[in-house]
Every structure is written in C-alpha cells, then in structure tokens.
C-alpha cells in the first residue's frame, strides 16, 4: 500500500529524490524492468529545456525563420530539440528532468504495472545521499538512459507517424528530413525514379505481381495520378511530405499500425515557462505591427482634410503619396508647399508638425524572400523553374513553325491563284 494518499504528495515529495544520483536511479528502474517509451522521452526533453529555448535574451538572436518555426514546438521531434540543444549550447538541467520523469513514473504506475516497492526503495536511496545536486551535459546524460527508452511501433522519432502532416513540416526543412533519414540510416535523395514510386505504391497499397505488371506499363504522370485517385499524394521530385512517405516506405512502417499513446502528462512542469513565452509573443506581435503604425501616421498627417486652399494645391493634395525610399524627402516638400502657396487670411489652416520618421524603417517582407527558403528548397525551385522555362520556349518554337508553314502555304496558294486566274487576263 503506497504511503502517498495521491499524487500531489508524491509531487512534493520527488523534489527530495533529486540528491539520488542518474547512474543509481537507472540501476533501480532496470531491477523492476522499467522502461519507457521514446515518445515520453520527447515530452520530458521538451519541458526540461523549454525555459531554455525561450529565454528572452536568447529569443531575440533568433532569425525570423527560427521564431517562425518554434511556434510549432510543442511538435517538435527528438531530433529537432537535440538540434536546439547542440546549435545553441543550452544549458540541460538534469534535476528537472529528473523530477518530471518520476512524476510521470508515479502517475503511470497502473498502466506500468509498477509495484509500491519500488517507491519505497527510492525513498532509501535518498538517504545514501546529500543534497549535492548531479550537473551533467545532454550528450552525456542520454548515453547513460538511452536503453531506458525504446521506440514504440508506429512511431517515428518519438511522433505517431500518422502525425507527420503539413502543419507539424512547417518546422522542418528540407535539410532537416535529410537529416533525421540519416539519424535512422535511410538516405532520402531529392528525386526518385520509376521503380522506386512503383515499389512504393506496391508497398502503400500491397499491390499483387499482376497490379504490379499494369503499373510497370505507366508513365509517371499516369502513376502519380493512380496514387492520387487513392487518396496518396506522392511525386518524384521529394516534398516534405514525400519525403516522409519515403522514410515510411524505407523504414517498413506501411503495414505498421500505431497504438494510442495512454500516459497521462499531468505533472508540474517549469512554472516560469508560460509566462516567458506570453511576453515574447507580445513582443512579437509588437514587432510585427510596427510599421504599419507608422505609415498610418506619416498619411494622416501628409493629407489635412480640413485645410481650404486654391485649386492647384487642392489637386497635389488629392494626389495619393506614394512611399518608396526617399518618401521623406517628397512629405517635407509637400508640406513646403502648404507653407508657400499664398491662402485667404480668414481660411483656418490646421498647422503642419514634422513627424520624426525613422530612418531604419523596415521593408515590407517579400514573398519571394530568397532568405526564407533553404539551399535545397532553392535548387528544386530553380529546377522547377527551369524546366517551365524550357516547356515555355519549346510551345513558342512551335507555334512560330506552324505559324511559318501557315504562311507559306497562304503564299504559295495566294500566288498560285493569281497566276491561274490574272495572268490570263492581263495577257488579254
């Protein structure tokens, strides 16, 4: 019977297990043969360094594509969070992992089938040991548990592998599925042939060797239009999405159906992480808006409605400003303008304020932005490209052969009726 009436006790109570050093605490879970999926793993890296990815100074050396990708976070992949880790050395509190993955522990024990004993003895361990606390690198950490973890089937680096769709890929670029291939020994190439898109339709839809046979007779078009028609979407050239697909098919996971994920994650995690990823999304919707704050000033004030002038200042008022560049220079000699232009005496002017315009103003965002795409994502556009290119002057060539043959068959019959028909009569 457990001493702990319910798990906010044991909540308390885990912060004093934390002095149980990693390498013991590894050797009592191994007695009562206790492991854990890699997808719980997941949950606890990314709580552990959560305060860490967030920190405000750290955010704000961030790109914007980066900030942009870590809105989808809470979907990150083990091999995206070890990545975080390595690029921007962040710090790995071991004690916080330590606590939440005995919190989960507790709380699973049902589903587990984790005996009180081994409760009972992790409350001994804790007696052997003072209240130093274990430092330790994630590198370091993660060679001693890793055979703690196993990958449940139908999951793929820690993520139900039916949930790899175009929302959770917008954290990912083309160089980061190549990447977790190789993390898995499966080398993703930018394009596949033929024979592959067939063995992964066989695959996809276990196909027999007559099915086989009619696709073999198939061109690629006609393939990838079979695939569509089944509800699989799949090309040649390797999306993000196809990319997936390949890992699946390489992988075996086709036949491979996924079980529910049955823990329960309601455990205390960071307290500070909320509050620090509230104030940066302020802060960010800030930066955004901007801009915009300014535009909106500089033409109010550029275009006084109430002010009454001759018709020719009336019309350069009614012009609509346009602000490129030097769109300062233009607003001081409009303003100039109001100033100079001679105006009735009993007119009431509204005065005109200079208005402090910074010179840093941010350029609106182009969609055709070359720094938001990857190196590989640019080389498929460019091949992409390219080959519209070619398609476009080959259907030209052709129209101006037909279009040259058109003439000369109109020439040859305009000149063979002139000859058949006004030659007699000019003869006469």
């Known amino acids: 019977m457990s001493k702990f009436k319910n798990k906010e006790e044991f909540f308390d109570f885990s912060k004093l297990l934390l002095v149980i050093p990693l390498d013991d605490l590894i050797k009592l879970m191994n007695k009562y043969e206790i492991k854990l999926p890699l997808y719980v793993h997941r949950f606890l890296l990314k709580e552990t360094i959560r305060p860490e990815v967030f920190e405000p100074k750290r955010y704000n050396t961030y790109t914007d594509e980066l900030r942009f990708r870590l809105r989808g976070y809470d979907n990150f992949s083990i091999f995206l969070l070890e990545k975080m880790i390595g690029e921007y050395n962040l710090d790995f509190s071991l004690s916080r992992y330590k606590e939440m993955m005995l919190n989960l522990i507790f709380v ?6 984790i ?29 001693h548990v890793q055979r703690m973890f196993y990958e449940q089937a139908g999951f793929l680096d820690g993520i139900n ?31 596949i042939n033929k024979g592959k898109l067939i063995e992964i339709l066989v695959a996809k839809f276990k196909l027999s060797a007559d099915e086989t046979e ?16 089944k509800g699989f979407k799949i090309s040649i050239d390797l999306k993000k999405t196809d990319m997936i697909e390949y890992m699946k098919f390489a992988l075996g996971m086709y036949n491979t159906f996924p079980k529910d994920d049955f823990f329960d994650y309601h455990v205390p995690v960071f307290s500070d992480a909320e509050a620090v990823e509230g104030d940066l999304v302020e802060e960010e919707v800030e930066e955004v808006y901007i801009p915009e704050e300014i535009h909106d000033e500089v ?12 018709e020719e200042v009336e019309e350069e008022v009614l012009e609509e400003p346009v602000f490129e560049e030097s769109f300062a220079e233009e607003f001081e000699e409009e303003k100039s303008q109001y100033i100079e232009e001679p105006m009735d005496e009993a007119t009431p002017v ?20 070359s720094n938001l795409l990857s190196a590989e994502e640019k080389e498929l556009l460019d091949e992409k490209i390219n080959l519209i290119i070619k398609k476009y002057y080959k259907k ?27 030659w007699p009569l000019i003869n006469n």
Do not use: C
């Not at 009619?214 to 028609?229: G, H, N, Q, R």
């Open 115 to 143: 005996r009180d004993k081994f409760f009972d003895e992790l409350e001994q361990l804790k007696h052997n040991y003072t209240v130093d606390l274990e430092v330790m690198r994630y590198n370091e950490f993660y060679d």
């Open 299 to 310: 033409e109010e004030e550029a275009i006084p409605e109430p002010v009454k002038v001759p």
């Open 108 to 113: 699973n024990k049902e589903a587990l089938v």
């Open 396 to 422: 030209r060539r052709t129209r101006r052969i037909i279009l040259t043959i058109v003439l000369v068959v109109v020439l040859a019959v305009g000149a063979w009726a002139a000859y058949t028909y006004l």
């Open 350 to 369: 509204k005065e005109v304020h200079d208005i402090e315009i910074p010179s840093d103003l941010p350029a609106e965002p182009s969609l055709a932005d």
């Open 214 to 229: 009619l696709l073999e007779m198939k061109s690629v078009l006609e393939l990838e239009i079979y695939a569509k028609e």
């Open 161 to 191: 592998i039916n949930d790899w769709d175009d929302d959770l890929l917008t954290s990912y670029t083309l160089g980061d599925l190549k990447a977790l291939g190789a993390k898995y020994d499966v080398k993703i190439p930018r394009r």
